[in-house]
């Protein structure tokens, strides 16, 4: 079974920084794209940032230059260093993972960039950027 479990999320003032961790497990990681999508209260699901298999990044350009994706193979967990961070960032960031486990279901998937349709996602965890 795949999973997807995510931490490091917070409240920090605009300006500061955060590091996410995603631990994947259930599956062979270095086959699959990772990425990070993110969800704001009333706005749509956002595809952030992805690393896949062979180490192509990919970035939104909402959060070029001051994010960077990052996999750690050896412990299976991927990071997401947010520096600068805005209050515009603020918003649930879950983990994903590329696939289609459900072909009836790839409507409901988020495209993140390069990466392609993330079939595979964790429960999220908070980002709270304050002004």
């Known amino acids: 079974e795949v999973q997807l479990v995510e931490s490091g999320g917070g409240l920090v003032q605009a300006g500061g920084s955060l590091r996410l961790s995603c631990a994947a497990s259930?599956?062979?990681?270095?086959?699959?794209?990772i990425g990070w999508f993110r969800q704001a209260p009333g706005k749509e699901r956002e595809g952030v940032s992805c690393?896949?298999?062979?180490?192509?990044?990919y970035y939104a350009d909402s959060v070029k230059g001051r994010f960077a994706i990052s996999s750690d193979n050896s412990k299976n967990t991927v990071y997401l260093q947010m520096n600068s961070l805005k209050p515009e960032d603020t918003a649930v960031y879950y983990c994903?993972?590329?696939?289609?486990?459900?072909?009836?279901?790839?409507?409901?998937?988020?495209?993140?960039?390069?990466?392609?349709?993330?079939?595979?996602w964790g429960k999220g965890t908070l980002v709270t950027v304050s002004s």
């Open positions: 259930g599956f062979t990681f270095d086959d699959y794209a």
């Open positions: 994903a993972a590329s696939g289609v486990p459900d072909i009836t279901l790839v409507h409901t998937y988020v495209v993140v960039g390069t990466c392609g349709a993330m079939g595979y």
């Open positions: 690393i896949s298999s062979d180490g192509t990044t």
